[in-house]
């Protein structure tokens, strides 16, 4: 099966910056995409940002502050958080699709804690 290892979570000041890394292993045959999804108390888990191929897509709250990308030999995902706020404090949970025959399989990470506060 596969694997995913979150790093790169932490304690910041508001305004600070954060890079997450994600490292898949295992049964990868080809991933269709990667992404990062987060949970705060007492929310659901919603989409932070996903790259399929050469394309990304952002949740509104972090456009123009957070940026995803790949590195396709290392099976890893990464995603710069620049100014961060107190509003993205959550549990950040790596996300890929991998394709396996004619299936897609969905696998997740442990999650990362981020903290942005003062």
């Known amino acids: 099966q596969v694997q995913l290892v979150e790093s790169g979570g932490g304690l910041v000041q508001p305004g600070g910056s954060l890079r997450l890394s994600c490292a898949a292993s295992?049964?990868?045959?080809?991933?269709?995409?990667m992404g990062w999804y987060r949970q705060a108390p007492g929310k659901q888990r919603e989409l932070v940002a996903r790259?399929?191929?050469?394309?990304?897509n952002y949740a509104d709250s972090v456009k123009g502050r957070f940026t995803i990308s790949r590195d396709n030999a290392k099976n890893s995902v990464y995603l710069q958080m620049n100014s961060l706020k107190p509003e993205d404090t959550a549990v950040y949970y790596c996300?890929?699709?991998?394709?396996?025959?004619?299936?897609?399989?969905?696998?997740w990470g442990q999650g990362t804690q981020v903290t942005v506060s003062s």
């Open positions: 996300n890929t699709k991998i394709q396996s025959g004619s299936v897609i399989r969905d696998y």
């Open positions: 295992g049964s990868i045959f080809s991933i269709y995409s």
């Open positions: 790259i399929t191929g050469g394309s990304t």
